[in-house]
């Protein structure tokens, strides 16, 4: 049985009358169209709700699905503690989940609880289903940093729980729209704000949703949405199937947008298997891109790919060009996948006899040894995106007027303690940005004057 229909929905706590205390009149939109949302689930009369909430726990690498057979909850933060909930969860559907994950080695789960109380982002739907049906068991689920094809996957693998489990079963897609949409709101405004809004409306109205892997993760972050990922999970729940979709309402009067959608499944489809297209099309890009790539880049992949495929570090190849094996520099070898960093180690100065094994050990590194990252898999090896940065000699600088951001990277230095930031990054703005990443980077605090240093790159991509 697939899911019975899914709801994108916003969680802003003051759109409860005993929060909001009168403040809920300035998004009355929002609950009207809640309330529609309400009426609509009591109908379906659902065994089983689940919701996706960005307030629960998250990890960098792993989707922690809530544990135990029940949990609590209240508005108490928001000063209104006599708003309280105890959900009863469906722990038969968390069982086929969790067994469908740990069968296809996907880093979902029950491990890692922190908090068991329920969140806002819980809390505010269920306050709406609530006043209109009480007969259901709750599953939550946490969102992640993991790439979007992994919260797309983590949708399939629910709808597959659901068909083996028999549930009747919905799905509410928690997340408010931009944080940054007025000048006046809690978080000032971006122009990339109100852009995002009316892209996410038009894509979910439309339930376009292979368009949602088309946000860049930059662009998501200076618009400072909240449910992106929320809404790709319900997307992937909804695999395969033709779907229904009404626009019930879009607010952004407070500075933060609310918007709510509905979804009812018509039936299989064929053509909305978004996520195959999806890594069909970065496949095709990843060999036109490789078709084109510069020696520094080649030998990099090809020692990804011996080491994750076979554990063999390969050895200078016959053939390269001399300045590959006639001389050495410091080397930064950076790995992206679906648009993500997914590893980047490096050396500031030459610990090998040439750039050519700087390269071949620090790509072995990026995709094996970063300790943010877990290593790379050899599925994942047909859309990784290779960059090669050949660092020139750093020199001591007087201050932070001697740096670009687009051409120099820095090095920051306090005793011990050294921090690196290349140039010309994606999301990295500023000096002053510049400088403060690379201090965190070397456990340097923020007030700290430090010793700086700029270099120029060569970057191979």
Known sequence: MPILAAYM???????????????????????????????????????TIIVTSPHTVMYADYFHISPGAAASGSFAQFRAGSVRFRETYD????????????????????LGERDPQLDHG???????????????????????????TDHYRLGQMLRQAVGQTGRRAVLIASGDLSHKLQTYGPYGFAEEGPVYDARIMDVCGRAAFGELFDFDETFCDRAAECGHRSFVIMAGALDGQAVSARTLSHEDVTGVGYGICTFHPEGEDPDRHF??????????????????????VRLARASVRSYVRDRIQLSVPEGLPAELTGRRAG???????????????GTILPVTGSVAEEILRNAVSACSQDPRFQPVRPEELPYLEIIVDVLGEPETIGGPEDLDV???????SKGGRRGLLLPDLDGVDTVEE????????????????????????????
């Open 275 to 296: 996520l195959d297209r999806y890594l069909q099309e970065e496949a095709a890009q990843r060999r036109r891109q490789e078709a084109e790539e510069d020696p520094y």
């Open 9 to 47: 929905v916003p969680h802003p706590p003051m759109i409860v009358p005993e929060v909001g205390r009168g403040g809920e009149s300035q998004i009355r939109a929002t609950a009207e169209a809640y309330a529609q949302v309400a009426g609509e689930i009591a109908a379906l009369r659902p065994e």
């Open 434 to 461: 510049q400088i403060a990443i690379a201090k965190r980077k070397a456990g340097i605090g923020e007030a700290e004057t430090v010793r700086l240093e700029r270099f120029e790159v060569i970057r191979h991509h």
């Open 91 to 110: 722990t038969g559907l968390r069982e086929a989940l969790c067994a469908i994950a740990d069968a296809e080695d996907f880093p979902a789960g029950t």
């Open 331 to 345: 080397v930064f070898v950076s790995i992206h996948e679906h648009g993500r960093l997914r590893g980047c180690i």
């Open 122 to 148: 819980v809390m505010v739907p269920l306050y709406f289903v609530r006043q209109k049906y009480s007969d259901f068991r709750l599953l939550r689920i946490g969102l992640s940093g993991l790439p979007l």
């Open 406 to 412: 687009k051409r120099y990277g820095v090095i920051v």
